[in-house]
Protein backbone atom coordinates (compact mmCIF):
# COMPACT_ATOMS: atom_id res chain seq x y z
CA UNK A 1 0.00 0.00 0.00
CA UNK A 2 2.56 2.88 0.75
CA UNK A 3 4.77 1.18 -1.76
CA UNK A 4 2.18 2.07 -4.44
CA UNK A 5 1.73 5.53 -2.97
CA UNK A 6 5.37 6.16 -2.82
CA UNK A 7 4.80 5.28 -6.62
CA UNK A 8 2.20 7.56 -7.02
CA UNK A 9 3.83 10.62 -5.42
CA UNK A 10 7.39 9.78 -7.63
CA UNK A 11 5.13 9.71 -11.14
CA UNK A 12 3.36 13.50 -9.81
CA UNK A 13 6.88 15.16 -9.02
CA UNK A 14 7.93 14.18 -12.40
CA UNK A 15 5.23 15.71 -14.10
CA UNK A 16 5.59 18.31 -12.32
CA UNK A 17 9.18 18.70 -12.53
CA UNK A 18 8.48 18.06 -16.14
CA UNK A 19 6.25 20.84 -16.39
CA UNK A 20 8.64 23.40 -14.55
CA UNK A 21 10.99 22.62 -17.10
CA UNK A 22 9.24 23.27 -20.13
CA UNK A 23 8.03 26.48 -18.77
CA UNK A 24 11.40 27.93 -17.97
CA UNK A 25 12.74 26.85 -21.20
CA UNK A 26 9.72 29.22 -22.79
CA UNK A 27 9.93 31.45 -20.51
CA UNK A 28 14.09 31.88 -21.79
CA UNK A 29 13.05 31.90 -25.30
CA UNK A 30 10.52 34.59 -25.15
CA UNK A 31 12.60 36.81 -23.17
CA UNK A 32 15.38 36.00 -25.62
CA UNK A 33 13.46 36.57 -28.62
CA UNK A 34 14.65 32.74 -29.57
CA UNK A 35 11.69 31.36 -31.80
CA UNK A 36 10.35 34.58 -32.87
CA UNK A 37 10.54 36.09 -35.49
CA UNK A 38 8.22 39.31 -34.89
CA UNK A 39 10.25 40.78 -31.96
CA UNK A 40 9.11 44.28 -31.69
CA UNK A 41 7.95 46.42 -29.02
CA UNK A 42 3.86 46.32 -28.59
CA UNK A 43 1.32 48.97 -28.16
CA UNK A 44 1.05 48.82 -24.75
CA UNK A 45 0.21 50.47 -21.16
CA UNK A 46 1.93 52.73 -19.53
CA UNK A 47 4.09 51.57 -17.02
CA UNK A 48 2.08 51.27 -13.59
CA UNK A 49 4.39 53.01 -11.81
CA UNK A 50 4.68 55.97 -13.78
CA UNK A 51 0.82 56.07 -14.59
CA UNK A 52 0.08 56.45 -11.01
CA UNK A 53 2.25 59.28 -9.84
CA UNK A 54 -0.70 61.96 -9.69
CA UNK A 55 1.52 64.85 -10.89
CA UNK A 56 1.62 62.54 -14.36
CA UNK A 57 -1.47 61.58 -14.68
CA UNK A 58 -2.97 64.29 -16.56
CA UNK A 59 -0.57 63.74 -19.58
CA UNK A 60 -1.00 60.41 -19.84
CA UNK A 61 -5.16 60.61 -20.39
CA UNK A 62 -6.40 61.64 -24.23
CA UNK A 63 -8.32 64.73 -24.33
CA UNK A 64 -10.36 64.40 -27.05
CA UNK A 65 -9.87 61.45 -29.22
CA UNK A 66 -8.88 57.37 -28.02
CA UNK A 67 -6.73 55.30 -30.17
CA UNK A 68 -5.96 51.75 -30.17
CA UNK A 69 -7.70 49.72 -27.42
CA UNK A 70 -6.72 50.70 -24.05
CA UNK A 71 -9.02 53.68 -23.63
CA UNK A 72 -12.52 54.79 -24.31
CA UNK A 73 -13.16 53.65 -27.94
CA UNK A 74 -16.20 56.05 -27.97
CA UNK A 75 -13.80 59.16 -27.17
CA UNK A 76 -13.98 61.64 -30.07
CA UNK A 77 -15.66 59.19 -32.35
CA UNK A 78 -17.39 61.41 -34.37
CA UNK A 79 -14.19 62.82 -35.47
CA UNK A 80 -12.58 59.83 -35.86
CA UNK A 81 -14.97 58.58 -38.25
CA UNK A 82 -15.59 61.41 -40.24
CA UNK A 83 -11.75 62.20 -40.52
CA UNK A 84 -11.39 58.57 -41.95
CA UNK A 85 -14.40 58.90 -44.35
CA UNK A 86 -12.65 61.98 -45.42
CA UNK A 87 -9.27 60.26 -46.22
CA UNK A 88 -10.86 56.72 -47.63
CA UNK A 89 -13.18 59.09 -50.26
CA UNK A 90 -10.21 61.74 -51.40
CA UNK A 91 -7.76 58.35 -51.57
CA UNK A 92 -10.31 56.28 -53.47
CA UNK A 93 -9.72 53.66 -51.16
CA UNK A 94 -12.87 51.07 -51.03
CA UNK A 95 -14.13 50.12 -47.45
CA UNK A 96 -14.84 46.91 -48.34
CA UNK A 97 -11.45 45.86 -50.10
CA UNK A 98 -9.96 47.31 -46.67
CA UNK A 99 -12.09 45.54 -44.39
CA UNK A 100 -11.84 41.79 -46.15
CA UNK A 101 -7.79 42.07 -46.05
CA UNK A 102 -7.71 43.19 -42.67
CA UNK A 103 -10.00 41.08 -41.73
CA UNK A 104 -8.37 38.04 -42.80
CA UNK A 105 -5.35 38.73 -40.64
CA UNK A 106 -6.45 39.92 -38.02
CA UNK A 107 -4.15 37.67 -35.56
CA UNK A 108 -1.37 39.27 -37.43
CA UNK A 109 -3.22 42.82 -36.58
CA UNK A 110 -3.63 41.63 -32.58
CA UNK A 111 0.36 40.70 -32.43
CA UNK A 112 1.12 44.28 -32.48
CA UNK A 113 -0.93 45.35 -29.22
CA UNK A 114 -0.42 44.09 -25.77
CA UNK A 115 -4.12 43.17 -25.87
CA UNK A 116 -6.87 41.20 -27.86
CA UNK A 117 -9.28 43.81 -27.94
CA UNK A 118 -8.62 44.63 -31.32
CA UNK A 119 -10.81 44.63 -34.10
CA UNK A 120 -11.27 44.94 -37.71
CA UNK A 121 -13.34 48.48 -37.47
CA UNK A 122 -11.17 50.20 -34.82
CA UNK A 123 -8.21 49.36 -37.30
CA UNK A 124 -9.68 51.19 -40.59
CA UNK A 125 -10.95 53.84 -38.46
CA UNK A 126 -7.99 54.71 -36.44
CA UNK A 127 -5.82 54.69 -39.23
CA UNK A 128 -7.40 56.91 -42.01
CA UNK A 129 -8.42 59.32 -39.41
CA UNK A 130 -4.98 59.60 -37.78
CA UNK A 131 -3.19 59.92 -41.74
CA UNK A 132 -6.46 62.67 -42.36
CA UNK A 133 -5.34 64.69 -39.39
CA UNK A 134 -2.20 64.88 -40.39
CA UNK A 135 -2.24 65.11 -43.86
CA UNK A 136 -4.51 68.25 -43.05
CA UNK A 137 -1.85 69.51 -40.36
CA UNK A 138 0.25 70.96 -43.07
CA UNK A 139 1.35 74.54 -43.08
CA UNK A 140 -0.28 75.08 -46.26
CA UNK A 141 -3.98 75.00 -45.16
CA UNK A 142 -6.40 75.65 -42.83
CA UNK A 143 -7.05 72.93 -40.91
CA UNK A 144 -9.72 74.82 -39.11
CA UNK A 145 -11.61 74.36 -42.05
CA UNK A 146 -10.41 71.11 -43.77
CA UNK A 147 -11.09 69.33 -40.29
CA UNK A 148 -13.59 71.11 -39.18
CA UNK A 149 -12.46 71.42 -35.47
CA UNK A 150 -11.49 74.30 -33.36
CA UNK A 151 -7.75 75.45 -33.04
CA UNK A 152 -7.41 74.50 -29.17
CA UNK A 153 -9.30 71.33 -29.81
CA UNK A 154 -6.82 70.51 -32.42
CA UNK A 155 -3.96 71.15 -30.70
CA UNK A 156 -4.76 68.87 -27.98
CA UNK A 157 -5.75 65.99 -30.34
CA UNK A 158 -2.29 66.12 -31.57
CA UNK A 159 -1.20 65.96 -27.68
CA UNK A 160 -3.27 62.82 -27.70
CA UNK A 161 -1.01 61.35 -30.55
CA UNK A 162 1.75 61.27 -28.40
CA UNK A 163 0.21 59.18 -25.24
CA UNK A 164 1.98 55.83 -25.61
CA UNK A 165 -0.73 53.85 -24.68
CA UNK A 166 -2.81 55.81 -27.36
CA UNK A 167 -0.86 55.14 -30.45
CA UNK A 168 -1.74 52.96 -33.72
CA UNK A 169 1.07 50.23 -35.24
CA UNK A 170 2.99 52.25 -37.92
CA UNK A 171 2.35 49.26 -40.18
CA UNK A 172 -1.16 50.49 -39.85
CA UNK A 173 -0.47 53.88 -41.61
CA UNK A 174 1.86 51.89 -44.09
CA UNK A 175 -1.27 49.34 -45.16
CA UNK A 176 -3.07 53.07 -45.47
CA UNK A 177 -0.99 54.97 -47.46
CA UNK A 178 1.11 52.69 -49.68
CA UNK A 179 2.41 56.25 -51.15
CA UNK A 180 6.17 56.62 -49.98
CA UNK A 181 6.27 60.09 -50.29
CA UNK A 182 2.72 61.56 -49.14
CA UNK A 183 3.49 59.37 -45.59
CA UNK A 184 6.54 60.95 -45.68
CA UNK A 185 4.99 64.31 -45.70
CA UNK A 186 2.62 63.36 -43.03
CA UNK A 187 5.32 62.48 -40.69
CA UNK A 188 6.99 65.91 -41.36
CA UNK A 189 3.62 67.81 -40.42
CA UNK A 190 3.53 65.31 -37.10
CA UNK A 191 6.97 66.95 -36.57
CA UNK A 192 6.54 70.52 -37.53
CA UNK A 193 3.19 70.46 -35.36
CA UNK A 194 5.83 69.67 -32.34
CA UNK A 195 8.69 72.10 -33.34
CA UNK A 196 10.97 69.61 -34.60
CA UNK A 197 11.99 70.57 -38.03
CA UNK A 198 14.24 67.52 -39.20
CA UNK A 199 12.52 64.16 -39.95
CA UNK A 200 14.55 60.90 -40.46
CA UNK A 201 13.82 58.95 -43.56
CA UNK A 202 11.40 56.21 -43.79
CA UNK A 203 12.96 52.95 -44.75
CA UNK A 204 12.22 51.54 -47.80
CA UNK A 205 8.44 49.18 -47.41
CA UNK A 206 9.18 45.64 -46.37
CA UNK A 207 8.26 42.72 -48.67
CA UNK A 208 5.69 40.63 -48.00
CA UNK A 209 6.83 37.73 -45.22
CA UNK A 210 9.71 39.27 -44.73
CA UNK A 211 11.35 38.89 -41.47
CA UNK A 212 10.73 41.54 -38.76
CA UNK A 213 14.47 41.96 -36.69
CA UNK A 214 14.61 42.81 -32.65
CA UNK A 215 14.29 46.12 -32.23
CA UNK A 216 17.30 47.79 -30.85
CA UNK A 217 17.72 51.37 -30.23
CA UNK A 218 19.23 53.21 -33.12
CA UNK A 219 18.82 51.25 -35.98
CA UNK A 220 17.37 53.14 -38.86
CA UNK A 221 16.96 49.67 -41.12
CA UNK A 222 13.55 49.44 -39.31
CA UNK A 223 10.36 51.24 -39.37
CA UNK A 224 9.04 52.80 -36.44
CA UNK A 225 7.00 51.28 -33.89
CA UNK A 226 4.54 53.78 -33.35
CA UNK A 227 4.46 57.72 -33.92
CA UNK A 228 5.86 58.00 -30.83
CA UNK A 229 8.55 55.88 -31.53
CA UNK A 230 9.33 58.24 -34.94
CA UNK A 231 9.59 61.24 -32.92
CA UNK A 232 11.76 59.95 -30.26
CA UNK A 233 14.23 59.16 -33.30
CA UNK A 234 13.98 62.60 -34.53
CA UNK A 235 15.17 63.73 -31.32
CA UNK A 236 18.20 61.17 -31.67
CA UNK A 237 18.76 60.97 -34.98
CA UNK A 238 22.26 62.57 -34.67
CA UNK A 239 24.79 59.66 -34.85
CA UNK A 240 25.50 58.34 -31.32
CA UNK A 241 28.73 56.60 -32.52
CA UNK A 242 30.15 60.32 -32.19
CA UNK A 243 29.28 60.97 -28.56
CA UNK A 244 30.46 57.76 -27.56
CA UNK A 245 33.68 57.49 -29.35
CA UNK A 246 35.15 59.63 -27.03
CA UNK A 247 34.50 57.63 -24.18
CA UNK A 248 35.10 54.09 -25.52
CA UNK A 249 38.89 54.86 -25.59
CA UNK A 250 38.89 54.59 -21.93
CA UNK A 251 38.18 51.80 -19.70
CA UNK A 252 35.03 52.63 -18.29
CA UNK A 253 33.91 51.28 -15.35
CA UNK A 254 30.90 48.80 -15.04
CA UNK A 255 27.88 50.78 -15.37
CA UNK A 256 25.74 50.94 -11.88
CA UNK A 257 22.82 49.00 -11.39
CA UNK A 258 21.11 51.72 -8.75
CA UNK A 259 18.04 53.99 -10.02
CA UNK A 260 19.64 57.67 -9.61
CA UNK A 261 19.68 61.01 -10.37
CA UNK A 262 23.08 62.89 -11.92
CA UNK A 263 24.02 65.32 -9.50
CA UNK A 264 25.47 67.70 -11.81
CA UNK A 265 25.17 71.31 -10.26
CA UNK A 266 22.45 74.13 -11.55
CA UNK A 267 23.38 76.42 -13.89
CA UNK A 268 24.19 79.28 -11.38
CA UNK A 269 27.05 76.79 -9.45
CA UNK A 270 28.35 76.22 -13.20
CA UNK A 271 28.42 79.71 -13.41
CA UNK A 272 30.08 80.11 -10.60
CA UNK A 273 32.77 77.69 -11.64
CA UNK A 274 33.54 79.51 -14.76
CA UNK A 275 31.99 77.19 -16.70
CA UNK A 276 30.36 78.76 -19.94
CA UNK A 277 26.97 77.27 -21.08
CA UNK A 278 26.35 77.65 -24.78
CA UNK A 279 24.35 76.35 -27.71
CA UNK A 280 24.92 73.59 -30.11
CA UNK A 281 25.08 74.45 -33.26
CA UNK A 282 23.84 71.01 -34.52
CA UNK A 283 19.96 71.37 -33.17
CA UNK A 284 18.59 67.83 -34.23
CA UNK A 285 19.95 66.10 -31.29
CA UNK A 286 19.85 65.56 -27.33
CA UNK A 287 23.06 65.08 -26.68
CA UNK A 288 24.96 67.42 -24.50
CA UNK A 289 28.58 67.80 -24.37
CA UNK A 290 31.51 68.97 -22.23
CA UNK A 291 35.16 70.29 -23.54
CA UNK A 292 37.23 73.01 -21.88
CA UNK A 293 35.12 74.50 -19.14
CA UNK A 294 32.28 74.51 -22.25
CA UNK A 295 28.98 72.70 -21.29
CA UNK A 296 27.05 72.78 -25.02
CA UNK A 297 23.38 72.27 -24.94
CA UNK A 298 20.85 71.36 -27.41
CA UNK A 299 17.84 74.00 -28.27
CA UNK A 300 14.89 73.14 -26.50
CA UNK A 301 11.36 74.69 -27.43
CA UNK A 302 9.41 74.49 -24.29
CA UNK A 303 5.41 74.57 -24.37
CA UNK A 304 2.14 72.93 -23.37
CA UNK A 305 3.17 69.85 -24.95
CA UNK A 306 6.36 69.63 -23.86
CA UNK A 307 5.59 67.64 -20.70
CA UNK A 308 3.14 65.01 -23.07
CA UNK A 309 6.51 64.67 -25.09
CA UNK A 310 9.11 63.59 -22.53
CA UNK A 311 7.22 61.82 -19.97
CA UNK A 312 5.45 59.78 -22.32
CA UNK A 313 9.11 59.09 -24.07
CA UNK A 314 9.87 58.50 -20.43
CA UNK A 315 7.44 55.91 -19.96
CA UNK A 316 8.12 54.33 -23.69
CA UNK A 317 11.74 53.99 -22.56
CA UNK A 318 10.84 52.12 -19.44
CA UNK A 319 8.54 49.60 -20.98
CA UNK A 320 10.36 45.81 -20.54
CA UNK A 321 10.39 45.23 -24.33
CA UNK A 322 12.17 48.12 -25.60
CA UNK A 323 15.64 47.69 -25.23
CA UNK A 324 17.06 51.44 -25.41
CA UNK A 325 19.98 53.57 -23.94
CA UNK A 326 17.39 55.34 -22.07
CA UNK A 327 19.00 58.55 -23.70
CA UNK A 328 15.68 60.58 -23.17
CA UNK A 329 15.03 59.75 -19.90
CA UNK A 330 18.39 60.54 -18.77
CA UNK A 331 18.59 63.75 -20.50
CA UNK A 332 16.03 64.93 -18.94
CA UNK A 333 17.46 64.13 -15.45
CA UNK A 334 20.53 65.98 -16.43
CA UNK A 335 17.98 69.14 -17.32
CA UNK A 336 16.56 68.64 -14.04
CA UNK A 337 19.89 68.76 -12.31
CA UNK A 338 20.77 72.03 -14.24
CA UNK A 339 17.65 73.70 -13.59
CA UNK A 340 16.19 74.54 -9.77
CA UNK A 341 15.32 78.14 -9.90
CA UNK A 342 14.20 80.15 -12.41
CA UNK A 343 17.42 82.19 -12.56
CA UNK A 344 18.46 79.07 -13.84
CA UNK A 345 16.42 79.33 -16.88
CA UNK A 346 16.46 83.12 -17.50
CA UNK A 347 20.40 82.09 -17.89
CA UNK A 348 19.46 79.14 -20.60
CA UNK A 349 16.83 81.32 -22.34
CA UNK A 350 19.61 84.20 -22.73
CA UNK A 351 21.99 81.75 -23.73
CA UNK A 352 19.53 80.90 -27.04
CA UNK A 353 19.13 77.27 -25.47
CA UNK A 354 15.39 77.39 -23.70
CA UNK A 355 12.66 78.94 -25.96
CA UNK A 356 10.38 79.76 -23.43
CA UNK A 357 6.44 79.80 -24.53
CA UNK A 358 5.09 79.21 -21.66
CA UNK A 359 3.82 82.17 -19.05
CA UNK A 360 7.55 82.97 -17.23
CA UNK A 361 10.89 81.08 -16.29
CA UNK A 362 9.52 79.82 -13.07
CA UNK A 363 7.06 77.24 -15.06
CA UNK A 364 9.78 76.02 -16.76
CA UNK A 365 11.43 75.74 -13.63
CA UNK A 366 8.90 73.70 -12.16
CA UNK A 367 8.20 71.67 -15.23
CA UNK A 368 11.62 70.44 -14.78
CA UNK A 369 11.85 70.43 -10.79
CA UNK A 370 8.71 67.91 -11.39
CA UNK A 371 10.70 65.81 -13.84
CA UNK A 372 13.26 65.46 -10.82
CA UNK A 373 11.69 62.35 -9.66
CA UNK A 374 12.54 60.20 -12.96
CA UNK A 375 15.18 57.75 -11.71
CA UNK A 376 17.02 55.86 -14.20
CA UNK A 377 19.92 53.54 -14.15
CA UNK A 378 22.94 55.72 -15.12
CA UNK A 379 24.60 55.81 -18.88
CA UNK A 380 28.47 55.69 -19.83
CA UNK A 381 27.47 59.22 -21.72
CA UNK A 382 26.05 61.48 -18.91
CA UNK A 383 28.28 59.92 -16.59
CA UNK A 384 31.80 60.71 -18.41
CA UNK A 385 29.78 64.75 -18.35
CA UNK A 386 29.17 64.25 -14.96
CA UNK A 387 32.74 63.24 -14.12
CA UNK A 388 34.15 66.29 -16.39
CA UNK A 389 32.15 68.46 -14.68
CA UNK A 390 32.86 67.49 -11.35
CA UNK A 391 36.50 67.69 -11.77
CA UNK A 392 35.96 71.03 -13.33
CA UNK A 393 34.31 71.54 -9.50
CA UNK A 394 36.93 70.67 -7.77
CA UNK A 395 39.71 73.13 -8.98
CA UNK A 396 37.14 75.50 -8.33
CA UNK A 397 35.52 74.90 -5.22
CA UNK A 398 36.75 77.80 -3.43
CA UNK A 399 34.85 80.13 -5.67
CA UNK A 400 32.04 77.87 -5.99
CA UNK A 401 31.58 78.44 -2.29
CA UNK A 402 32.18 82.00 -2.21
CA UNK A 403 29.41 82.61 -4.86
CA UNK A 404 27.15 79.59 -3.21
CA UNK A 405 27.19 81.56 -0.24
CA UNK A 406 26.56 85.03 -1.77
CA UNK A 407 23.48 83.44 -3.77
CA UNK A 408 21.73 82.26 -1.06
CA UNK A 409 22.21 85.58 0.97
CA UNK A 410 20.84 86.97 -2.10
CA UNK A 411 17.79 84.76 -2.06
CA UNK A 412 17.07 85.33 2.14
CA UNK A 413 17.78 89.10 1.99
CA UNK A 414 16.78 90.51 -1.25
CA UNK A 415 13.66 88.15 -2.72
CA UNK A 416 11.50 90.98 -2.48
CA UNK A 417 11.31 94.68 -1.59
CA UNK A 418 10.11 93.74 2.31
CA UNK A 419 13.44 92.19 2.81
CA UNK A 420 15.10 94.57 1.65
CA UNK A 421 13.75 97.37 3.49
CA UNK A 422 13.85 94.59 6.45
CA UNK A 423 17.53 94.58 5.93
CA UNK A 424 17.96 98.16 5.76
CA UNK A 425 16.02 98.72 9.04
CA UNK A 426 17.91 95.86 10.65
CA UNK A 427 21.14 97.62 9.80
CA UNK A 428 20.49 101.42 10.72
CA UNK A 429 19.13 99.73 14.05
CA UNK A 430 22.50 97.62 14.56
CA UNK A 431 24.55 101.27 13.60
CA UNK A 432 22.55 103.15 15.82
CA UNK A 433 23.04 100.82 18.67
CA UNK A 434 26.96 100.75 18.13
CA UNK A 435 27.16 104.89 18.01
CA UNK A 436 24.98 104.92 21.00
CA UNK A 437 27.23 102.31 22.87
CA UNK A 438 30.24 103.87 21.90
CA UNK A 439 29.41 107.51 23.18
CA UNK A 440 28.64 105.75 26.41
CA UNK A 441 31.82 104.19 26.68
CA UNK A 442 33.64 107.20 25.50
CA UNK A 443 31.12 110.21 26.89
CA UNK A 444 32.17 113.67 25.57
CA UNK A 445 34.31 115.66 27.52
CA UNK A 446 33.41 119.21 28.58
Not at 190 to 199: A, K, Y
Not at 231 to 246: E, N
Amino acid sequence: MHSKMHSKMVERAKIECDYLCKTLEESEKQLTGEGNKVSRPKIQRIPAYMAEKLEFQRYYRPQIISLGCFHNKRQGELYKKAWAAMYIRHTNLKAEDLFMELWGNKRMWRNLFDSDMVDTELLIVDGCCVLELLEKSDLSVDPEQELKISMDKLVRVHQDLLILDNQIPFQSLRFFCEDQERLQKCLCNFLQVHGIETSPKLPRKKRENEEVKVAVDGDDEEDPVHLLDYLRKALLMRDQHTFYKAINHKKMKRGSLHLRKYRIGTIQELKAAGIRVTKDSHNNSMYPSFKDGMLQLPELIVDGSTPHIFLNLVAYEMCPDFRNNFDISSFLVFMSSLIDQPEDVKELRLAGIIINELANDKEVADLFNKMDSILVPETPLFAHIRDQIHSHFESKRGRIRMLSWMGEAYNTFFRSPWTIIALLAATLGLVLTFIQTWFAIHPKSS
